[in-house]
């Protein structure tokens, strides 16, 4: 089938490739002429595993090909995916400006029965919008062009596989002919097993919204739990233990540390909480949420001022300051709103992330950036583990302690055995649960 993808950001690249190499042919555009350029030339413009590889086969194949002529992109498609940004407005909601742009300009363009399938995450009631623009943009009565509601689940780093294999694929549509395109386009994915939700377009979008809002909520309420586990001496890791046990549960998303971060759970969280609030339903566990997650930074702060007094003078190495592993992400990144907290109270802070710290710099410019954890750690009298790389979690203990000022370590993402800490010599303070003691 033919398929266009407006906008080649993290969802709109990854939807090229991925429809491309399941035998579509499809067209992507943007409104960076400079993107378009290079990634006709194969070059991908981030990192995510094998998106480059597939990117570079798939063009040579001819299945994808980049245009910046709207009218040439979605000329011929059955069906035009909506990818472009949804960026935060300073209150909160969606900004959906350039959906309502790329859907306009689409319209006009589209042949008569294309579906245009929204992909950004935007809130519930914008497909009802989008009917109006299309109508605005295309009066033809002749002509049919749908809308429907496609969200993507991708996380950053897994993108691809993400992808290729989801756990679902989930479609709103309101009518027939769009379910049945859509079907189509699916097929080469529910022929290999993956199962396809059919909903209306207001469930699409709201399901959206309620799983990364109930993901975020699983990881406050191990935050939380962590928070009451250093009053009590309990141990946080040992509960999601035994919370993942019960399979009504799950042992996922429940990793007490320094909290989550990243271009979707804060946003949609605050967009969520505005749209429940414009539907007339106050939903103040959606903040609690956000709070909650705020409070594992300030949980953190606390401990590392706690175990140096005054922070003036002192230096305290970050390791990890990506918002998780296996990207250079730092959009919200915890260990970003850590270290400003740190450099507002008078420390010197240096960091180490094996792909971030570039990004990190850029956010945060007193930011001293090493090139390897040793480095990093030389001199501090505090380092504190932020991000779960597993290159983090290897390092040599002894080493490390032995650059440092102080042998001081807190452990913001539990990745460390507290007894291997002890032996290396250093005071350790790990995340909800007690910190083993000399016998
Ligand atoms: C998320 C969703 O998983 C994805 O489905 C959606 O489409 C976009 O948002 P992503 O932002 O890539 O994906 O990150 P994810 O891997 O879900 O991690 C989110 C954050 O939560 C990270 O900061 C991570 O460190 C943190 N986290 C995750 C925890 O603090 N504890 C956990 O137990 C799990």
């Known amino acids: 089938m033919n398929i266009a993808v407006v906008g080649t950001g993290h969802v709109g690249l990854i939807t090229c490739v991925t429809m491309a190499e399941k035998g579509h042919r499809v067209i992507g555009t943007d409104v960076d002429p400079d993107k378009l350029q290079r990634l006709n030339a194969g070059e991908a413009p981030f990192y995510e595993p094998d998106l480059q590889e597939t990117l570079t086969r798939e063009l040579s194949k001819g299945s994808v090909r980049f245009v910046a002529d709207m009218a040439e992109a979605v000329g011929d498609a059955a069906v035009v995916f909506i990818c472009v940004g949804t960026p935060q407005r300073a209150t909160g909601e969606a900004n959906l400006a ?19 399938a929204e992909k950004s995450t935007v809130p519930a009631g914008t497909a009802r919008r989008l009917r109006e623009v299309v109508k605005r943009s295309r009066p033809d009565p ?6 429907a509601s496609n969200p993507e689940f991708l996380r950053e780093g897994r993108a691809m596989a993400d992808a290729r294999k989801p756990d679902r694929i989930l479609v709103g549509t309101d009518t027939e002919a769009a379910r049945q395109t859509m079907r189509d386009v699916y097929e080469p994915w529910t022929a290999a097993g993956c199962p396809l939700v059919e909903t209306g377009i207001d469930t699409a979008e709201l399901a959206k919204h309620a799983c990364n809002a109930f993901l975020a909520l699983k990881i406050s309420f191990a935050n939380a739990l962590a928070r009451i586990c250093e009053r009590a001496g309990a141990d946080v890791t040992a509960i999601a233990d035994v919370m993942g046990m019960d399979e009504r549960i799950g042992r996922a998303f429940l990793n007490a540390g320094l909290g989550f971060g990243g271009s979707c759970f804060p946003k949609d969280l ?39 007094w005054n922070l003036e003078g002192k230096k305290v190495a970050l390791l990890g300051l990506a918002f998780k592993p296996g990207t250079d992400d730092v959009r919200f990144a915890p260990p970003l709103a850590l270290a400003r907290r740190l450099v507002d109270a008078g420390a010197a802070v240096s960091g180490y992330d094996p792909e971030a710290g570039g990004p990190a710099l850029r956010e945060v410019p007193e930011l001293e950036i090493a090139a390897d954890p040793y480095e990093c ?23 490390l302690g032995k650059a440092m000022a102080v042998p001081i370590l807190v452990d913001a993402r539990n990745l460390f055995d507290g007894t291997s800490a002890l032996d290396a010599g250093f005071t350790y303070y790990p995340t909800g649960r007690p910190a083993p003691v000399i016998a």
């Open 270 to 308: 605050k967009a969520f909480d505005r749209l429940a609030a414009e539907l007339g339903y106050e939903f103040p566990l959606l903040r609690e949420v956000q709070r909650i997650n705020d409070e594992a930074v300030d949980a953190t702060f606390r401990k590392v001022a706690e175990a140096l």
């Open 98 to 116: 350039a959906v309502e742009e790329s859907v306009s300009r689409a319209a006009r363009h589209a042949p008569s029965g294309t579906v245009i």
């Open 377 to 399: 750690a030389a001199g501090a009298d505090c380092v504190v583990a932020c991000t779960e790389w597993d290159e983090i979690a290897r390092i040599d203990l002894v080493r």
């Open 142 to 147: 002749d002509v049919t062009i749908e809308i």
